[in-house]
């Protein structure tokens, strides 16, 4: 008899969904915690918890691609944005409550941190369940034939078969590339020269000086670099899952930063000063002032407050590098789909 059930019933007891079981029992756990929240959470406790939300979604966003099956792919993926939106309007929200109308607690603050807790265990738990469920045969043949189709040239039916050990050209290696040329120009070749001498520490015609080489440096390492780009109507798309793990690198930057500007918190004291702005020379607890203005400064005297502008640069890097690195190979898919191909075309032709 045991044996019986057992053998009906052995599809019920794979290792998996003990697993799976074992992660929405913590989940519901951390559900009930926050469900009993008080209808008032103080803002400074939902800014020292919403950045870990960042940190472990864009961690697992940036993982995603390890993710077999499709569909559970792109749901993880939707749900992972969504529910880190959720945050940053949640925190950007409880951050200017706090820092500029000196709020100590709001109620749709907190229902907001509520719906944002939620989503994100919910993104959690769908991450564990497209982690573990193992992918039938027919899903792997389905996903196979998406990497066929976006492996296949963008101008044309055919692939060009390459047999060495270098990494395949596609339209992926082609906006990394130019995205480093960029990034290499705008750092070392404006940002830096103007925040020397915005600090003084170069003079005018220096600074003049380093922008000209930084342009003609450029212009020489983008013409080496368009001169490489032949039969461009040829080139495919590239593996899905490296595009995955291309921006996912954004995400977990963005995330560490995220991490680090947390970090820098524990044990620092945030000072704000506020002044009447109108009318002006009016204090600004007098009944007299109609507008107050206060400024916070950043948190400062905590053991990690040196980590806080580490993650500030990392978080700008990213924040500036994501939509960089989308707009780049927008504009390269645009540029082989309907130009680069017509004009082969003609050529052809003629």
């Not at 057992?6 to 913590?26: D, N, V």
Request: glycine fraction near 6%; proline fraction near 4%; hydrophobic fraction near 50%.
């Amino acid at each position: 008899m045991i044996s019986y059930l057992r053998k009906k019933l052995g599809r019920f007891w794979r290792h998996e969904i003990a697993y799976l079981i074992l992660i929405i029992t913590y989940i519901y756990a951390n559900i009930q915690i926050i469900t009993e929240l008080p209808d008032t959470v103080l803002d400074t406790v939902i800014i020292e918890i919403v950045p870990v939300y960042f940190t472990v979604e864009g961690v697992l966003i940036g993982l995603s691609p390890q993710i077999k099956t499709k569909w559970l792919r792109d749901a993880v993926a939707v749900l992972g944005i969504t529910s880190m939106l959720l945050a940053v309007r949640t925190l950007i929200v409880a951050t200017y409550q706090h820092l500029q109308l000196n709020q100590s607690s709001v109620t749709s603050t907190t229902t907001s941190f509520v719906l944002t807790s939620i989503l994100f265990l919910l993104f959690v738990e769908l991450y564990a369940f497209a982690i573990l469920i193992p992918v039938s045969e027919k899903r792997k043949s389905k996903d196979s034939s998406l990497n066929d189709f976006l492996n296949k040239p963008i101008g044309s039916a055919k692939m060009e078969q390459s047999s060495s050990l270098r990494i395949p050209r596609s339209l992926l290696t082609m906006v990394l590339e130019a995205f480093g040329y960029l990034m290499l120009f705008a750092i070392f070749g404006v940002a830096l020269p103007l925040s020397l001498l915005i600090s003084n520490a170069i003079g005018f015609w220096e600074t003049l000086a380093w922008l000209i080489a930084a342009v003609v440096l450029w212009e020489i390492a983008w013409l080496r670099f368009t001169k490489k780009q032949k039969n461009l109507k040829d080139i495919p798309i590239g593996n899905p899952e490296a595009w995955f793990y291309a921006l996912g690198i954004f995400f977990s930057i963005i995330g560490a930063g995220v991490a680090l500007i947390s970090v820098s918190t524990f044990g620092a004291q945030t000072i704000s000063s506020s002044t009447c702005v109108l009318p002006p020379n009016v204090n600004a607890t007098s009944l007299n002032c109609i507008k107050i203005q206060t400024i916070a400064q950043a948190p400062s005297g905590g053991p990690y407050s040196n980590y806080g502008p580490y993650g500030a640069y990392l978080v700008l890097f990213g924040e500036i590098g994501l939509p960089t690195f989308l707009i780049t190979a927008l504009m390269f898919y645009l540029w082989i789909r309907f130009v680069q191909t017509k004009i082969v075309q003609k050529a052809e032709e003629k």
